[in-house]
């Protein structure tokens, strides 16, 4: 039993694990900028919402939507404001600093087939 309880133990602080550095990994591929990073962590479809637009887009397509979106909005910084944990779910509240003013950002994140994929990114002036 104790046995059990130890091998359960390993598991849920791996799968632990794996979930932070997933979002850590997300959120220093936008401190960079890199749209082509970000998009390794997208679920199938991706609810992304800039202050022009908002919509559910493919993988593809929301690479290209990001990837416009630093284009047009080169990023200085990242300053996570707040991380968290929810039922499986994991996200992050923070703030983009551009060459064009910074954006209130929240990514969320949900595990999927045991891995963390990202299904929302919100980039709203502030």
């Known amino acids: 039993m104790k046995r059990q309880i130890a091998v359960f133990s390993m598991g849920f602080l791996v799968c ?38 908002s919509n559910s887009y493919s993988k593809s397509q929301a690479e290209l939507i990001l990837r416009d979106f630093f284009n047009n909005n080169p ?9 968290g ?10 703030t983009l600093d551009t060459k064009n003013g910074p954006f209130r950002t929240t990514l969320f994140m949900k595990q999927k087939n045991n891995k963390l994929v990202l299904q929302e990114i919100r980039l709203e002036n502030r």
């Open 16 to 53: 632990a694990f794996i979930s932070i550095s997933g979002l850590d990994e997300v959120i220093d591929a936008l401190r960079n900028g890199n749209s082509a990073e970000i998009a390794k962590s997208f679920d199938n479809t991706v609810e992304i919402t800039l202050p022009a637009k």
């Open 75 to 83: 990023v200085k910084g990242f300053e996570v404001i707040h991380k």
């Open 85 to 94: 944990e929810n039922g499986g779910s994991q996200y992050c509240i923070g």
